[in-house]
């Protein structure tokens, strides 16, 4: 069964700096993987997605994210980071695998960046 | 905005009523996803429908049932509410064969 969990469920950063958000993944199949952003009262947005193409994934609003297949691990990166970043991240993984079914979701890292 | 619209946006009720809690998913889009968001369970898929049939079942209590009619909106119902059912309902729609998934502004349902 596929499953996704996130390392750190808080992490922070100043203004300006490097954010790393960590999500590692269990797939018994070639996974889909996604990150999502939640900002405050609002709904999912799909940052960025790994479909078995390219390793390295751009995304929106400067995020990209690496599939490592040996690591398991599919981290989200912003090189500096903006105040509008403040936000709640999800990574997910397609249930079943390629491009049908549901997501599994990690339990959430909340960003918090300082001025 | 996605394109995915909920309603209600927020809603307030008793233990042991019942509600209903309505998706319109992106034009052109025929996967409906529901999902229940809470403090202590996170982000837990519930139930899909694709073209009006139901396609898959997640950790849908047996008092929650959903439905999709023919111009492709879908509702979720639930009954003999509790407490712990208090939680963000998300609807999320998709094009088939491709598993972008956009996601409502969600519901806020409180059981009192």
């Known amino acids: 069964a596929q499953s996704v969990t996130q390392l750190g469920s808080h992490v922070s950063v100043s203004e300006g700096a490097l954010v790393l958000l960590r999500c590692n993944y269990s797939?018994?199949?070639?996974?889909?993987l996604f990150w999502y952003v939640q900002y405050p009262n609002q709904g999912l947005q799909l940052l960025l997605k790994?479909?078995?193409?390219?390793?390295l994934v751009k995304g929106i609003n400067g995020f990209e994210a690496e599939f490592k297949k040996s690591e398991t691990s599919f981290h989200l990166t912003k090189p500096s980071a903006h105040m509008s970043d403040a936000a709640e991240y999800f990574c997910?993984?397609?249930?079943?695998?390629?491009?049908?079914?549901?997501?599994?979701f990690g339990k959430g890292t909340k960003l918090s960046v300082k001025p | 905005d996605s394109g995915v619209t909920q309603t209600p946006k927020h809603l307030i009720t008793a233990t042991g009523q019942r509600v209903t809690l309505r998706c319109s998913p992106r034009s052109g889009d025929l996967s409906v996803y529901w999902y229940q968001q809470s403090l202590d369970q996170g982000l837990q898929f519930l139930i899909q429908?694709?073209?009006?049939?139901?396609?898959a079942k997640g950790n849908i209590l047996e008092r929650f049932s959903a439905q999709q009619f023919p111009d492709l909106h879908s509702e979720l119902n639930l009954s003999s509410l509790e407490l712990g059912d208090s939680a963000l309902y998300f609807c999320?729609?998709?094009?088939?064969?491709?598993?972008?998934?956009?996601f409502g502004p969600g519901t806020r349902l409180t059981v009192l």
């Open positions: 797939s018994s199949v070639p996974p889909y």
């Open positions: 999320a729609s998709s094009v088939p064969g491709y598993n972008e998934q956009f």
């Open positions: 997910a993984v397609s249930a079943y695998g390629g491009s049908q079914g549901n997501l599994i």
């Open positions: 429908y694709y073209n009006g049939e139901e396609r």
């Open positions: 790994y479909t078995s193409a390219a390793t």
